[in-house]
């Protein structure tokens, strides 16, 4: 008997250092932010990115049109390099087409957008 005492005493002892030890060893909690859906294929933060991209070319195209006076030469690049952009049919990371399918827009609906909006200058 005093065998099995000695052997639990010691398995005792063992287990609570174990418990110890296994406190460090516990994982992070997971925030649900910083679980990525399975539906959707892009961060947030990625998605913020493509959407400002497409914002500031639909602000320069509407802000710059090179027929308005008191525009600047630099303005005026910006703004024939943006409608450049917009007409482009590429598929490239950051063309035109490639942000407009990532946010799920329609292109076509979107470039009929900005004819509009530089056509009423």
């Not at 027929?67 to 007409?87: M, Y």
């Amino acid at each position: 008997m005093k065998g099995r005492s000695a052997a639990r005493s010691q398995l005792r002892v063992a287990n609570t250092s174990l418990e110890h030890e296994l406190v460090h060893l516990q994982p992070d909690a997971l925030l649900a932010s910083q679980i990525r859906p399975r539906h959707n294929t892009l961060q947030r933060s990625e998605w913020l990115l493509l959407w400002a991209v497409l914002a500031d070319a639909l602000h320069v195209l509407a802000s710059f049109h090179p027929k308005r006076p008191g525009r600047s030469s630099k303005e005026k690049r910006q703004w024939e390099a943006d409608l450049a952009w917009v007409r482009e049919d590429s598929t490239k990371p950051f063309s035109f087409s490639y942000v407009c399918d990532h946010l799920g827009l329609d292109r076509e609906a979107v470039r009929s957008h900005v004819e509009r909006l530089i056509a009423d200058v």
